[in-house]
């Protein structure tokens, strides 16, 4: 059992989570159009 | 350095103005042949003929510059300059049908009425000379005053013509403004026409008009659409398996080669469960989705899409919706997010809230992973075709849930206005392999940027429910029970069980709120952290996952109670959030997410409680 990995996976879990919040709760160009379904495209 | 001049292109719905935008700017662009689809305003940059740079709006398709939907009066208010994100066109192309020149004018007039300089393009000279109908755009050019330019934008002939058109000094149209209303301006249109439109006579049959006898007949019409269907499920069934063998053989691989790399460790059991066990038991569905999409590309690509909706409208004015709602129902089934912001094109403001608030109920894209992966395990030794059957029932499902939730929407709801539907039915034509193959790659990029963001970051965070609190078991299964997930799991037990389901598929009914298809990647995590034995496969692991009593977890009442939620549960926080913008209220979308949730739970009990008198 590698001991730096019972640290390092929870940072991972940390950095993952808080990417997620800011993505989702940063004031967005257009709030609602989820780019992920290609319907913000905008020029 | 002057600002590049700025081009708008204006016409009524479907008479090929993507197909010219496309020709002109080289965007890419989604093409299709029902009205309505260009719902928001898109720009692009052209060369002319002297490597001048010009602006090209796309504007939404209109009938007349008297707005009865929001996207209407978008073409209204920018060409008017009174939208402040637009700058007013310098000039403006005028897309004509030749085949319908009558009326597509009408909209034209109105324009050249707004003081801008006009280029008519008269479009679909091929289809119309097919009926026997021929335009004098010359003649039509000398009456106006401007270029008059007739075109086939699908086969890019006129595209020259249309090009010293643009590289020329734009001019105004020599028109008088029409006084009076509609029967003036057709009086005005049919005196502009009178000798520069020659129809030969007699009525011809087209071929398109030989195919609808079939295609659009109330009889073998459906038949037609329900082998299409069918052929459609039992494709994805069929030849589906080969690469997503493939796809999962890779993920296995790599997940080798980290195991071979790396100490034993947490990091290690993140990186192989979590990250490649969720995002891989999600990429394994990619070929399904491009299958989906190359039959929704044809379809739409050779017109047959509009004579579907054309049927549907049929079945739409039995609850009170007309066929305009198919569109955005339609687009549903991709993805509901670009299905409501369709929502836009519909006129009465009743009839858009009533399909934004069905529409979540037609079977997306990210269903399609769920149900794959519930009908094997529920037809571990079935056909290809057996279980084409189910997908094809869970479809069937979620048109009837459409139509029902419709009606008592309209029931409820007060009746205020009452629209008409005008859908024109595009000739048919030979499919454009390179848009079907643009859009597949399109919506395989959009699939794969979901999984490698919103599914590997959800993976993650799964993978530490699902591992955190430790202890010190070497089992998996009480290692996963003693966990966060475990114990959410075990606490919403009761809720769920009379629907069939243990605490191991509540976690991934809680963890699937975000997004339907995280529900597969859920399952894998739990899997892969729990199984010991690296041979077996998820699939087998699950099915041979036992209850307390000895029965497999997955039996056939468990797997269709499940299909059931997902073909009704409202598990897409995105489309919350659009339902929210599109109707301006959070009380839509709370009674979106209450209803579905609601009316799934239940049916899905009923499902599990009824199939207790025929299965075990």
Known sequence: MSDWQSWAAPAVVIITLGILLWRNLRPSKEASCDEECNCGKKE | ?616
């Open chain 2, 1 to 616: 350095m002057n600002s590049p001049r700025t081009f708008a292109l204006v016409g009524n719905p479907n008479t090929g103005k993507t197909t010219l935008f496309n020709a002109l700017t080289g965007l890419r662009q989604k093409v299709a042949n029902y009205p309505g689809v260009t719902v928001e305003k898109k720009t692009g940059t052209g060369r002319n003929r002297h490597g001048e740079a010009f602006a090209v709006i796309d504007l939404p398709g209109a009938y007349s510059l008297e707005p009865k939907s929001p996207d209407e009066e978008v073409t209204r208010a920018v060409l008017h300059g009174e939208r402040p994100d637009t700058p007013r066109p310098d000039a403006v192309i005028c897309l004509v049908d030749a085949g319908n020149l009558e009326r597509h004018l009408y909209l034209a007039t109105q324009v050249m009425e707004l003081d801008l300089p006009v280029i008519v393009v008269v479009n679909k000279t091929d289809t119309a000379e097919e009926r026997g109908v021929t335009v004098a755009t010359k003649k039509l050019a000398e009456r106006l005053g401007v270029p008059v330019v007739p075109m086939q934008a699908n086969e890019r002939v006129g595209m020259e013509a249309l090009q010293v058109a643009l590289s020329a000094e734009p001019v105004k149209a020599n028109w008088k403004p029409v006084e009076g209303d509609t029967a003036a301006r057709y009086k005005a249109i049919g005196k502009l026409i009178e000798g520069a439109v020659a129809r030969d006579g007699e009525e011809r049959l087209t071929p398109s008009d030989r195919w609808d006898g079939v295609l659009v007949h109330p009889v073998f019409g459906w038949l037609v659409l329900l082998g299409i269907l069918g052929g459609l499920f039992f494709t994805l069934f069929s030849l589906a398996g080969y690469p997503m063998d493939l796809i999962d053989g890779t993920f296995g691989w790599l997940s080798s080669q980290v195991e071979a790399r790396m100490a034993d460790g947490d990091l290690r059991a993140l990186i192989t469960e979590g990250i490649i066990g969720g995002v891989g038991g999600v990429v394994i569905f990619l070929p399904q989705i491009l299958i989906l999409f190359f039959f929704i590309g044809l379809m739409e690509n050779t017109g047959y899409l509009a004579r579907v909706s054309f049927m549907m409208d049929r079945l739409m004015a039995g609850v009170g919706l007309n066929g305009k709602a198919f569109v955005p129902l339609l687009s549903s089934y991709a993805c509901a997010i670009p299905g409501i912001m369709a929502t836009r094109t519909m006129e009465s403001a009743r009839d858009r809230l009533i399909t934004t608030l069905v529409a979540p109920i037609t079977s997306c894209s990210a269903r399609l992973p769920v149900y794959v992966m519930l009908i094997a395990l529920m037809l571990p030794v079935g056909t290809a075709g057996q279980k084409a059957l189910v997908m094809l029932g869970l479809y069937v499902l979620s048109i009837v849930g459409v139509y029902a939730f419709a009606y008592v929407f309209n029931r409820t709801l007060d009746r205020k206005e009452q629209t008409l539907f005008v859908l024109e039915l595009p000739a048919y034509q030979r499919p454009s392999w390179r848009e079907i193959g643009l859009q597949m790659y399109d919506r395989g990029k959009i699939f794969l940027r979901r999984a490698g963001t919103v599914i590997l970051g959800l993976s993650i965070v799964l993978w530490a429910l699902t591992t955190y609190p430790k202890t010190d078991s070497e089992d998996g299964s009480e290692q996963l029970a003693h966990s966060a997930a475990g114990r959410m799991g075990k606490a919403i037990e009761p809720v769920i069980e009379p629907l069939g389901y243990d605490w191991k598929m509540g976690i991934g009914l809680v963890a699937s709120f975000a997004a339907r298809e995280v529900f597969v990647s859920t399952m894998s995590i739990i899997y892969t952290g729990e199984e010991q034995d690296e041979e077996k496969t998820i699939r087998t692991s699950m099915a041979a996952e036992k209850r307390a009593d000895g029965q497999p977890a997955y039996n056939v009442r468990t797997c269709l109670s499940l299909l059931v939620f997902y073909v009704f549960a409202m598990q897409c926080l995105s489309t919350v959030a659009v339902t929210r913008r599109e109707t301006n209220s959070w009380k839509w979308a709370i009674l979106q997410v209450v209803y579905l949730t609601g009316f799934a739970y239940v049916a899905a009990l009923a499902t599990y409680q009824i199939g207790g008198f025929f299965l075990s």
